[in-house]
């Protein structure tokens, strides 16, 4: 990537977030979004990761209130513990706990797997949230570069290795999900193919929304191996839209004004339900690909725009 196309991908993301935050402001306008009614869901169980603040926090927050059994995994022991304990408190569901992963490393990812296996419980919803967004170029423990590595090897490590648990708790009428957090980003993308590590040219925005389109293509893979193999497992992936969180804490500081001074009325609240809790009930169990609101000719434009891969 050259220094202009990392300029050019940049004005692209911005523009991909201003029209969120068009279609936001025209909503709310029009009524807001209507709040989910949630069916309680005990004796199920749930792993969030980046359940420890943000959107991964009230997800988990609302996955406790419906009575599941909510599994935080996050890489802040100390900011995890006072998590938990915050959220038991408020949803008065014992069952919230933190096991230790982190997401840049595939070694703490497989150690995560071991422990949560040896608990011997089944896995009804794995939400795959956890982010970083346009930080500085970075490795991961591994070696990749953070926006691909953390972002989307992470997560489909973590969801291939939990893939016999998830299937063997899905059952007919009650499927097990994977539900992951893209963003509307993906929709700017480009997948560098010759340079997925960005090391000729690094872009933030590039690389954080190129991570978002591989979770993309990722879901849609596998929901079709899923589907192909009649497994109870559905896989899906969701845009919480623009969201009020410490996400945007490595954007140029003008950007973060903004979000200081306007973001009560041009972001989301992170406590909204239709961020992302919503999502994980709102379609009927058997549906798949609720994603971005994804028709199959987004699925086309994706394929069209990503040669080689489907
Ligand atoms: N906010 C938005 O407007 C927006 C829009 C579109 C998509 N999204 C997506 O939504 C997801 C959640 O973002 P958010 O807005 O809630 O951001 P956030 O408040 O920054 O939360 C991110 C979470 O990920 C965790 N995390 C970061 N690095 C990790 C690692 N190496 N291992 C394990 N956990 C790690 C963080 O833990 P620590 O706090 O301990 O670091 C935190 O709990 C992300 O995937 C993001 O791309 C957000
Ligand atoms: C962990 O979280 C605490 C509390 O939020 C914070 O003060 C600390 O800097 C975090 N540690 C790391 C290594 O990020
Ligand atoms: C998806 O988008 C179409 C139009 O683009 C709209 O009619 C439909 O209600 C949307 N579905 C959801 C679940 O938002």
Redesign the pocket.
């Given at each position: 990537m050259s220094p202009l196309s990392a300029l050019w991908a940049a004005l692209r993301v911005y523009a991909a977030g201003a029209a969120v935050i068009l279609e936001q402001l025209l909503r709310r306008c029009r009524g807001g979004f209507p709040e989910p009614v949630f069916a309680p869901q005990p004796d199920r169980v749930a792993i969030v990761t980046g359940g420890?603040d943000g959107i991964g926090y009230s997800t988990a927050k609302h996955l406790a209130r419906l009575g599941m059994h909510v599994i935080i995994a996050g890489?802040?022991?100390?900011?995890a513990e006072?998590a938990v304990r915050e959220l038991k408190e408020e949803t008065l569901n014992v069952k919230v706990e933190f096991l230790y992963c982190d997401l840049a490393s595939m070694a703490s990812i497989w150690q995560f797997v071991q422990k949560f296996k040896m608990k011997k419980i089944p896995l009804h919803v794995l939400v795959n949230n956890a982010g970083v967004m346009m930080v500085p170029q970075r490795k991961t423990r591994d070696g990749f570069e953070e926006h691909f590595g953390l972002n989307y090897l992470g997560h489909f490590l973590l969801t291939n290795l939990l893939l016999d648990t998830l299937r063997e708790s899905g059952s007919p009428g009650h499927n097990a999900r994977v539900v992951t957090v893209s963003s509307a980003t993906h929709y700017v993308a480009e997948l560098n193919m010759d340079d997925l590590q960005s090391s000729a040219c690094y872009s933030p925005h590039g690389a954080y929304a190129q991570s978002k389109l591989a979770l993309v293509l990722f879901t849609y893979h596998l929901q079709g191996l899923l589907a192909a193999a009649g497994s109870h497992v559905t896989a899906n992936v969701v845009d919480p839209g623009v969201v009020h969180t410490d996400l945007y804490r490595h954007l140029f500081w003008g950007t973060r004004l903004v979000k200081k001074l306007l973001g009560w009325l041009l972001f989301k609240a992170q406590s909204s339900s239709t961020c992302l809790g919503g999502c994980l009930f709102l379609t009927p169990p058997e549906s798949t690909g609720i994603h971005l609101n994804s028709t199959h000719q987004e699925r086309e434009h994706l394929s069209s725009r990503c040669p080689g891969i489907r």
């Open positions: 420890t890489n802040n022991n100390s900011k006072e």
